[in-house]
């Protein structure tokens, strides 16, 4: 977890693959972002709580199948928590109508894996206000 960087660049990361979860936490560092990651929705949620004073991330990045709350419902929660409405992006191999709809019912970024690298940093570094 990699905190060093200013407050309005920091994401927040969840994905329950390790290889992907560190690749794209590595990947967030070099782009200059302080990053929170978590390989659950509940983990992600307790890594915020732990922090003091609650820092409001700029950028939520989600697996949208993860162990017990689905990334729709983490981001609600990480939501609710902060009390803001932060942008975020969810990361899916699953292409159903019904994800695409709930995400974006709640105005979430829907991204289909594998997503290129320089695609990715475009849709983060507009979502958190950075590009």
């Given at each position: 977890?990699t ?25 967030l ?62 990361l ?28 990715l ?11």
């Amino acid at each position: 977890m990699t905190l060093d960087t200013a407050p309005d660049r920091l994401a927040i990361m969840i994905d329950d693959d390790a290889i992907i979860l560190t690749g794209m936490e590595m990947m967030l560092d070099s782009w200059g972002y302080g990053v929170i990651a978590a390989d659950t929705g509940a983990g992600a949620l307790a890594a915020l709580r732990a922090r003091s004073p609650l820092p409001t991330p700029c950028v939520i990045i989600s697996d949208y199948r993860l162990h017990g709350l689905s990334g729709v419902e983490t981001v609600r929660a990480i939501r609710a928590l902060c009390g803001a409405s932060v942008p975020a992006i969810i990361l899916t191999g699953d292409a159903g109508a019904d994800l695409v709809a709930a995400a974006q019912s709640d105005g979430l970024t829907v991204l289909h894996k594998p997503v290129a690298p320089a695609e990715l940093r475009t849709h983060i570094d507009r979502l958190a206000g950075q590009g």
